[in-house]
């Protein structure tokens, strides 16, 4: 069990331009999830994923936002023409199945900051 | 949709005493209540969970207890010591229903030497 990785760890990027963060779950969990976290507020759900099917997208989600997991293995989220509202904590977090039987792991995020 | 309140805020105790962090969930098809530990810079990490047939678990010095029908869960860590300074999280989850975890606002509990 190596964990779950997000990469990069920071990224700091200009306010208009596009940004792609990773995220390689623990190997055989086939559930995989973004969250958004702001300074002083718990996680937000942004989207997950059951192997390659996008199960449900939040509201949070805009039309700039986009999630993929191709092969049902590592996913991407790309962030297109970012805004300062933007800046955040965007942590992924993988299961085995649902929660409820299996528990949620995070990675430890990827820090974003749009000036 | 599922809403989870948490309190308190903040909370700071001395070494050696308790500490208890209080949630409330308005689902009450809700299964599954993990607690999260989140230490500065880190992603989350779990650290207790119970399920909705279960009322209580203990696991050394961290204790949750259930109340299914107040809708009231708890978080009790005895024994308090400064490394368990951090932000605490609890969550709620609907197996069935919209399946992914929905989180409190975060307690920062801070122990005192």
């Known amino acids: 069990d190596t964990g779950v990785s997000q990469n990069p760890r920071h990224k700091i990027t200009k306010r208009g331009q596009n940004v792609t963060f990773r995220c390689d779950p623990i190997?055989?969990?086939?559930?995989l999830y973004w969250y958004r976290q702001t300074l002083g507020q718990g996680p937000e759900f942004l989207t997950y994923?059951?192997?390659?099917?996008?199960?449900?997208k939040s509201r949070l989600l805009s039309d700039r936002f986009s999630a993929e997991r191709p092969k049902g293995s590592f996913s991407t989220l790309e962030i297109q023409r970012t805004e300062q509202g933007d800046s955040a904590m965007y942590l992924c977090?993988?299961?085995?199945?649902?929660?409820?039987?299996?528990?949620?792991?995070f990675g430890n995020g990827t820090r974003l900051t749009v000036t | 949709g599922e809403n989870v309140e948490q309190h308190p805020s903040t909370l700071s105790v001395q070494e050696g005493d308790s500490a208890v962090i209080k949630c409330t969930y308005s689902d009450s098809a809700s299964n599954y209540f993990p607690w999260y530990k989140q230490e500065l810079g880190k992603g989350p990490q779990l650290i207790i969970d119970i399920r909705s047939n279960v009322g209580e678990k203990k696991d050394q010095r961290i204790a949750v207890t259930l109340n299914k029908t107040a809708k009231h869960f708890s978080l009790h860590i005895t024994e308090t010591q400064p490394e368990d300074s951090a932000v605490y999280f609890c969550?709620?989850?609907?197996?069935?229903?919209?399946?992914?975890?929905?989180f409190g606002k975060g307690t920062k509990l801070t122990v005192n030497p």
């Open positions: 994923f059951q192997n390659e099917a996008q199960l449900e």
């Open positions: 969550a709620a989850f609907t197996q069935g229903g919209s399946e992914k975890l929905v």
């Open positions: 977090a993988s299961s085995r199945g649902g929660s409820y039987n299996s528990p949620l792991h």
């Open positions: 190997s055989e969990h086939n559930r």
